[in-house]
């Protein structure tokens, strides 16, 4: 072989070779990214939340201006829950209760105040919270209260407040770095409990405490108030039946989550990344081209000596070795080259992915290298059949 490839080596054209080598690592770099990214930004839609399955809706009332006008309230009726209850798609309703008395509260982060606000809390049956019932447990009395937070709290601290201060990030398992005090004020009374964090909702904007706790400090802290609740935690039987979307639209209910905006978001980001790797995928057929133009110049120029190798013995496969052995080392280093170029960029955006949502997986670079290796085959046999094709032309046209 090595005496064929001196022989073939004099016609190589090195900008022609180069230009297949840039043009591969460009259009391989798009698809790779393209697919890396999708793989590791689609959990921050699509993972479930910690403590709500994924077909529990929150319905709150659309209130506008015609409504305000009538005196329409934004709170639910019995009746109104009672004709929910009764629809096919529904299998259980729970109610959000809020509290009736005034509430401050501190919360910080490792010694490192946060916030300190006035707040309220709000509680769903303990059926609807989805974790161990011995975390999610009050005893009437007690002065430590578990509490979930809104992931955006955490989201607040962790990009904005941590990353200036060079503080930890908080996760799932950082949860007792957070100090939180609560200061309940009502019916005369002024009492200071200390909420235990055990965990962070995505589809919660408020904190939700137990409802033992909050039905007991409700009959403590204001015992003569109550209020119809003004958002409902519904368990569907089938989140895509077609009736709801009528019915709630009839009723002059609203989803109250983000539940169906981050599913448009998700269909989003699946068709720009499908027109990046597509734009990516005609940029590799483009070079596939300029490799098969740049084969077949060379195998044209070098086609008498090609002839003469196999008049004298050399068999078709033994004289398409220098040419087979060229492509696969071009495609090999483009494939490295390009997994060396995802691995870094993705370096830099999954760095500001897991400050924002430190409780995901970063995952790994594994989606790239089966697709990038997956398509280094692909590429590598069309190379290979177009190079075998072009030889066994000369082989033959050899014979007449």
Known sequence: ?????????????????????????????????????????????????????????????????????????????????????????VSKIGRFTSTEYKVD???????????????????????????????????????????????????????????SHSLPKISEGLVGMIDFHIFIHGNGRNDDFKGRVIGFSNRLNTILVPQAFMDWSNSVYAPDRTSEPTRLIVEMVNPGDANIAKYLDSKGFEVDDDKLQAEKTTYFLRMIVSVVMVVGGVISVLSFYILMLSIYLLVQKNTSKLENLMLIGYSPFRVAMPYVSLTLCL?????????????????????????????????????????????????SLANLFAIYRKMMRIWYRKDE
Do not use: C
Request: glycine share 8%; charged share 15%; net charge neutral.
């Open 1 to 89: 072989m090595t005496l064929v490839w001196k022989l073939l080596r004099q016609h190589i054209s090195v900008p022609q070779f180069a230009g297949f080598a840039f043009a591969n690592l460009f259009g391989m770099i798009i698809v790779l990214l393209g697919y890396q990214f999708y793989r590791d930004v689609l959990p921050v839609f699509t993972s479930p939340d910690s403590f709500m399955k994924s077909n529990y809706v929150i319905l709150s009332k659309k209130i506008g201006a015609a409504s305000t006008i009538s005196g329409r309230t934004n709170s639910f009726s019995n009746a109104e829950i009672d004709d929910l209850a009764g629809q096919k798609f």
């Open 105 to 163: 509260a501190k919360m910080g982060i490792n010694g490192q105040p946060l916030i300190n606000s006035e707040l309220f809390f709000e509680s769903v049956p303990d059926s609807f919270v989805d974790t161990s019932l011995d975390a999610w447990k009050y005893e009437p009395g007690s002065r430590e209260v578990p509490i979930i937070l809104p992931r955006t709290y955490i989201n607040m601290y962790n990009f904005g407040f941590a990353q």
């Open 331 to 379: 495609n090999a280093l483009v494939l490295v080259v390009a997994l060396a170029v995802v691995a870094s960029v993705r370096g830099g955006y999954m760095d500001v992915v897991i400050t924002l949502f430190p409780q995901m997986d970063a995952g790994t670079l594994f989606p790239s290298v089966v697709l990038g290796l997956a398509l280094f085959v692909l590429v």
